[in-house]
C-alpha cells in the first residue's frame, strides 16, 4: 500500500480508468461477435455497429489507432469471407 499521498490519488484513478476500460472492451468484443456471426442485411449493420465501436473506443484513449485499423480490416475480411 503507497504511503504517498499523490500515489494513493493515482491508485484511484487507476483504478475507476481500469473498470471504465473493461466495459469499453467487453462492449466491443461483443459488438465484434455479433458482426462475425451475422447473417445476410443483419451482418451489414452489424458491422457498421462494430466498426462504430471500435472507432469510439480509438477516441476514448482504450485502443491504439493502429490496433483499431487491424480490427476494422480483420472483421471486413471475416465478413466478407463468409
Known amino acids: 500500500m503507497a504511503n504517498i499521498?499523490?500515489?494513493?490519488?493515482?491508485?484511484?484513478?487507476?483504478?475507476?480508468?481500469?473498470?471504465r476500460n473493461?466495459?469499453?472492451?467487453s462492449d466491443l468484443k461483443t459488438a465484434?461477435?455479433?458482426a462475425q456471426t451475422a447473417e445476410g442485411e443483419?451482418?451489414?449493420?452489424?458491422?457498421?455497429?462494430?466498426q462504430k465501436k471500435i472507432d469510439?473506443?480509438?477516441?476514448?484513449?482504450?485502443?491504439?489507432?493502429?490496433t483499431a485499423a487491424r480490427k476494422k480490416s480483420r472483421?471486413?475480411?471475416?465478413?466478407s469471407a463468409s
Open 56 to 66: 469510439k473506443a480509438v477516441t476514448k484513449g482504450v485502443l491504439h489507432p493502429k
Open 32 to 34: 465484434i461477435k455479433k
Open 22 to 25: 473493461k466495459s469499453v472492451k
Open 75 to 79: 472483421l471486413a475480411k471475416s465478413i
Open 5 to 19: 499521498k499523490s500515489q494513493k490519488k493515482r491508485n484511484r484513478q487507476n483504478e475507476v480508468r481500469r473498470l
Open 42 to 50: 443483419e451482418a451489414a449493420e452489424a458491422f457498421l455497429a462494430a
